[in-house]
């Protein structure tokens, strides 16, 4: 997959995907990361990339020609996406959707906004990480580049999972444990050290609607509600039903 970002920062972005899941996806081909630097398409002896809005107001915009300038020569593929917080929001669907393709490519945009004809002739979607305010486009872009890249199959190692986690199913992920079983007083529910696979899928199951109830019930009512089944699952916990089905 080839992924091209355009910023003004691209040691920044590279600096951050030369190690851990990017960094081994770099050098293992899978991902062809290219970073560009927008100011290399700007002119002038100050090579400025911004200027004060027409109309007036605060803050600097960033200019069209630069950016026109640096894409137009990388010739990147498509769809190229414009970071900011007046995009659409990004989720793991659209991670999945965009793992599936062969390239993008991100714009990083920075200081208090960029120029208009940038966003109506050269980009193609405008995405959020979420709502709030981020100085520039680059940690976005960087968060949307890992959560892509870690779909493609074989960029995760054996030891490592993108199924059965938060989100794949549209509920949170059930609590793990791992040794030692008793720490600081603090113990591991017995069902998880049973052996017994369907309690522990059952009870797997009862956690993860329970923290999404809680925490996300947006996300339960995107999904359609609870099933019958999970109903059922639900009562026989919260009767005590199954002795290897308590904390
Ligand atoms: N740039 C600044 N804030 C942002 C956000 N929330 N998402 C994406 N890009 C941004």
Redesign the pocket.
């Known amino acids: 997959m080839r992924i091209d970002v355009f910023t003004i920062f691209p040691a920044l972005v590279d600096a951050y995907s030369t190690v851990s899941l990017l960094g081994r996806a770099r050098k293992n081909k899978f991902l062809d990361l290219r970073c560009h630097d927008i100011r290399s398409g700007a002119v002038g002896i100050h090579r400025s990339v911004d200027d004060a809005p027409f109309g007036g107001g605060a803050g600097m915009i960033m200019k069209p020609e630069p950016i026109f300038g640096v894409v137009e020569r990388a010739d990147p593929p498509r769809p190229l996406i414009l ?3 007046s ?1 659409k929001r ?1 989720e793991q669907s659209d991670a999945e959707e965009l793992s599936r393709l062969e390239g993008f490519s991100f714009l ?2 920075r200081y208090e906004g960029i120029d208009q004809r940038v966003v109506d002739n050269l980009v193609d979607r405008r ?11 680059e ?3 960087l968060a949307l580049i890992e959560a892509v890249v870690r779909l493609i199959p074989g960029v995760m190692g054996n030891e490592e999972s993108s199924v059965d986690e938060s989100f794949s199913g549209g509920l949170l992920e059930y609590p793990q444990y791992t040794r030692p079983r008793e720490f600081k007083g603090y113990t591991v529910p017995d069902v998880l050290v049973s052996g017994d696979h369907e309690s522990i899928a059952r009870w797997r199951k009862v956690k993860s609607l329970l923290i999404t109830m809680e925490i996300r019930p947006d996300l339960i009512i995107e999904r359609g509600g609870i099933t019958e089944e999970e109903a059922t699952l639900l009562k026989e916990y919260a009767d005590g039903e199954y002795e290897n089905f308590k904390d």
């Open positions: 970071l900011t917080p995009g990004f990083c945009g995405v959020s990480l979420g709502d709030f305010v981020l100085s520039g486009g940690i976005a872009a």
